[in-house]
């Protein structure tokens, strides 16, 4: 967790950030609302802020409105205000501009650090919230909802920077003969034992979830049809290569995929690419299985699959 401390007093600022640190915190300080929000709205904010209430430039009011404002796009952002106003309409117009507790000055550090503590606890429950509504309960993988909007998210980045995105649809071979041989807790391990396999030599910005059943659905940013095909053939092998050994038994597992690439094309949709991934899938299970194929521009421009 990552505390900001918004002080413009340089002894108070002092002061309360060497409790911070005694506490063995990672924090950061800044003396005013302007640089409190440059932070705040950057790409990875703080956890929580310290907010004081008489700021020069925007004060603490002002900056937790600020924070309220960002909505969904990022992470919440749990907020303590410090003041030395006591009056309860003033403490009425803090909690109205979104600060989530307040702590009136000087501040006490046993005061303090409750406060903190209570705070960290409803941002880990926060997050552990959020994570279930977003994974898959078995896999921890995105779940459909969430893979399926990250799909929507990279298709719209690459039309809009003109880069290529590929998409590979994967399906476990064969699983229902390993659920009919060794069982339905055995096919759990195989799902989480491949989802591992399937994310454990992804890049950090790659994305994986649970489609649905034993399919997945991985996103390579940046990756055209050659070098998605070509990473798709590397994380097949990765799955194939060792057998995944369970309570229940020992079972091999190996994946078939179908890999398709975003396109220029002005009426190409998200829809589009999904077919074409799933065009490909069907041709690998067709083929043999264990196996890669891919949706080419050629296919994609004759109008393959469509329908």
């Known amino acids: 967790m990552k505390i900001l401390l918004v002080e413009d007093s340089y002894i108070e600022r002092h002061k309360v950030g060497g409790y911070l640190a005694d506490w063995g915190l990672d924090y950061l300080a800044v003396g005013s609302g302007t640089e409190a929000v440059k932070l705040l709205e950057g790409a990875e904010p ?10 020069p430039g925007l004060d603490g009011i002002d900056v937790c409105r600020r924070i309220r404002k960002m909505g969904t796009r990022t992470p919440y952002i749990y907020t303590v205000m410090l003041t030395a106003k006591n009056r309860k309409q003033d403490l009425l117009l803090a909690m109205e501009a979104g600060a989530d507790d307040y702590l009136s000055k000087p501040v006490d550090p046993s005061e303090l650090r409750a406060r903190i503590m209570a705070g960290k606890r409803i941002l880990e429950l926060q997050q552990s919230l959020t994570f279930a509504a977003t994974h898959d309960f078995l896999t921890n993988l995105l779940n459909r909802a969430e893979i399926l909007a990250a799909v929507e ?25 390993i659920n009919d041989s060794l069982g339905h807790a055995a096919g759990d391990e195989v799902l989480k034992e491949v ?40 994380v097949r092998n990765l799955v194939a290569k060792e057998p995944i050994v369970t309570p229940f038994g020992t079972a091999s597992a190996t994946v078939s995929m179908g890999v398709a690439v975003t396109s220029a094309v002005r009426d190409h949709s998200v829809a589009d690419l999904l077919h074409e991934a799933d065009v490909s899938l069907y041709a690998a299970k067709k083929n043999g299985r264990n196996r890669v194929e891919l949706f080419s521009a050629a296919a994609r421009q004759s109008g393959a699959g469509k329908g």
């Open 153 to 177: 998210k990279e298709f719209s980045r690459s039309g809009r920077e003109g880069k290529p995105a590929t998409l590979i649809m994967a399906d476990i071979d064969h699983f229902k003969r």
């Open 46 to 55: 703080p956890n929580m802020a310290l907010l004081d209430w008489m700021l």
């Open 195 to 234: 989802a591992r396999r399937l994310k454990v030599d992804l890049r950090p910005y790659d994305v994986v979830g649970r489609y649905g059943g034993e399919e997945f659905l991985i996103i390579l940013p940046g990756c055209d049809l050659t070098a998605g095909a070509r990473r798709a053939d590397e």
